[in-house]
């Protein structure tokens, strides 16, 4: 039987054994240390999304370029655990979404997720509805280290003011990036070709609908045709590497000629897309079904995103699409 003064002696190793580890832990997390500042015109900080990107420079993230300069004081916690407080210069995170929104030709949503992400791997996640005033991009040069690597040098962390640290102190950045998500499309319950013809501005048009749970959904490529000529058109393009549809209201249509064609039921084939949709640079919250390899999409959907009026003539059972020519 152990005796208690044994019990207490392997009590207190094993304590320190942990102590040790916790220090240890902490030992090889990143560390930073002050460099110069670059050059003003020196890209320092990009935001990306759906495969585009804008850059901004030191300039840009000192407050002396296209953005208006912010002070802010901040709470952060020391190397100990205590609270600690610090002034950091900056711009504002709202004002580097607005400029990236007219840049890139995109419109954010409020529910996209910002991801954060280190030099080392790090990454803090938020939405873009949450980014207020007290969300601030601050000039922060340093070299990036830890007991194994040396990272790239980072001249930009994001801080955001509050009684306690750090949901978004985020430090030794280079980018930060909203990726776009496919819509949250639920499985189809019943899937049949559609019987409904299709019009457009009075003219009919053959190609495959498929009715799913009482709705009717066309192949995106198979509409963009059929309004190639018209008021309505858009063009459509996809990435493979990010799985991104995306379509452009007043571009041209370029046919890759599969379009219009009669298909055989490929009904038990649908399934929901892992495709995430940008319909004029707005994530699409639409349901897309993929179906043999197509995205298709409710025809009520597409005419809200491009701007043209869906009707239903019962008496033919015909769905009536109208452009103004």
Known sequence: MMKKSSKAVICIILILTLILAVSAMAMAKTSSEPVAAPAA???????????????????????????????ATYAAKNAIGEQDEEDWSGVLLKDILADAEKQLGLS?????????????????????????DSYMVAADPVRNFDDENTYANS?????????????ANIRC????????????TPQAQKVQLSSQKLKVNGQ????????????????????????????????????????LVTAQSGEDYIANGNEHKQQEDSSAACVPSTHAALF??????????????????????????????????????????????
């Open 173 to 184: 950045l280079t980018g930060i990036d909203l990726p776009v998500s496919a819509a949250a």
């Open 41 to 71: 015109d020196t890209v320092v900080f990009t935001l990306s999304h759906a495969g585009k990107t804008a850059e901004y420079t030191w300039a840009d993230i000192k407050g002396e370029g296209r953005f208006t300069a912010h002070t």
């Open 204 to 243: 009919a048009v053959a190609c495959a609908a498929y009715n799913i749970d009482g709705a009717n959904y066309f192949m995106l490529r198979d509409i963009a045709y059929a309004l190639k000529d018209s008021k309505a058109c858009f063009s459509v393009d996809y990435d493979e590497q990010l799985g």
């Open 155 to 167: 001249y930009v962390r994001i801080l955001r003011e509050a009684e306690t640290s750090n949901i």
């Open 280 to 325: 004029n640079g707005k994530a699409s919250t639409a349901p897309c079904y993929n179906i043999g390899g197509s995205n298709y999409f409710q025809l009520r959907a597409l005419g809200e995103a491009f701007g043209f009026s869906v009707d239903y003539d019962a008496s033919s059972s015909t769905m009536l699409v109208t452009t103004n020519e």
């Open 108 to 132: 954010f949503d409020g529910s996209q997720y910002i991801k954060a992400v280190a030099v080392d791997g790090y990454m803090v996640a938020f939405t873009v509805a949450e980014v207020d």
